[in-house]
């Protein structure tokens, strides 16, 4: 059993920042990609950001030098530096890991979401 566990977010005014956190724990063997997606009303959940276990990190067009993710391997931990945030970033944001289980399959696992609500 793997538990994803989210805090940060809220509700910040456009041009404001907020940090999202993530922690893995369970029975975790390593940890490929982590990272953040988001879904708005009416929309398909996207990809905003993940980073490799190597440091590899993907960013969406539409967050690109707003955003910051970071990882920690040895703390199995994610966070998201969401800085100029912008009305249209107002989504649920979940939290993903693939991980590695010492029966050595990968499953995609996800955390509960939290809520990001920017005001005009």
């Known amino acids: 059993q793997v538990q994803l566990v989210e805090s940060g977010g809220g509700l910040v005014q456009a041009g404001g920042s907020l940090r999202l956190s993530c922690a893995a724990s369970g029975s975790i063997r390593s940890i490929n990609f982590m990272g953040w997606y988001r879904q708005a009303p009416g929309k398909q959940r996207e990809l905003v950001a993940r980073?490799?276990?190597?440091?590899?990190?993907n960013y969406a067009d539409s967050v690109k030098g707003r955003f910051t993710i970071s990882r920690d391997n040895a703390k199995n931990t994610v966070d998201l530096q969401m800085n100029s945030l912008k009305p249209e970033d107002t989504a649920v944001y979940y939290c993903n890991a693939r991980i590695l289980t010492y029966g050595g399959t990968y499953n995609d696992d996800w955390g509960q979401g939290t809520q990001v609500t920017v005001s005009s």
């Open positions: 980073v490799s276990f190597a440091g590899t990190i």
